[in-house]
């Protein structure tokens, strides 16, 4: 099991990726969007928001704040297998080794980044 602080940081590296994309995608894509990772393992939940610089700080959601608008759910081995490997999340996504719930408007961007 990993710790908060490694799972943070994984989420911390998955959002970059995001980050990094042509500013123009990016904000066309997520601008706006907030971004959460629940650990299941560790019943921690890390959130983000997309503006037009890339992705604001990660940190914990205070408790009942209301659900981002794209929620990853993972345990924490999964999270950074899905931080260290670009192409673990469709295997973990197949598998059911991470569960993602979003709008299809949102789905569907992340699939054509995928």
């Known amino acids: 099991m990993a710790t908060a602080e490694e799972c943070r940081e994984a989420f911390v590296k998955l959002t970059d990726r995001l980050s990094e994309l042509d500013p123009k995608d990016r904000d066309a894509f997520f601008s706006g969007r907030s971004f959460s990772c629940h650990v299941s393992d560790l019943n921690i939940t890390f959130v983000t ?66």
């Open 49 to 114: 928001r997309f503006g037009a610089d890339g992705a604001d700080s990660v940190r914990a959601a205070a408790p009942g704040e209301p659900p981002a608008d794209v929620r990853l759910t993972a345990a924490s081995p999964v999270v950074l297998e899905l931080a260290d490997d670009v192409g673990a999340f469709p295997r973990a996504w197949l598998t059911g080794r991470v569960k993602v719930q979003a709008s299809m408007r949102d789905l569907l961007r992340l699939r054509k980044l995928l």
